[in-house]
């Protein structure tokens, strides 16, 4: 298990963001405009737990809305900075892994 930390910079954001980030994470518009202000995180969750395809999906969704609104996105795993591709890096290797073991699986080898 590892928990990751999505954030961004203080900024003033665009409603357009705020309504993205609330379809994601499913918090208010004042909650999400008010941590995007104050450069808290909008994501922090664990991975690898309960429900890690919509976890996952979850994040790389943020990722792509900030950036998309022209925004880095601050990334932390585990209490350490990451690049945001680090984290699509984790997030590919974890489905890879998944799919060789249901490939595996499916021949009756696990």
Known sequence: MSRVIISTAPCDPPVSLVSEVRRITNLGVLDVRDRLLAGKPVFDQEIFF????????????????????????????????????ILRNIFQASEEGAEELRWLDDLGHV
């Not at 996952?56 to 880095?72: I, M, R």
Request: charged share 20%.
């Open 50 to 85: 309960n429900r890690t395809e919509d976890v996952c999906a979850k994040a790389l969704a943020l990722l792509s809305a900030l950036e998309c609104a022209g925004h880095q996105p601050l990334v932390s795993e585990a209490g350490r900075p990451i690049t945001p591709q």
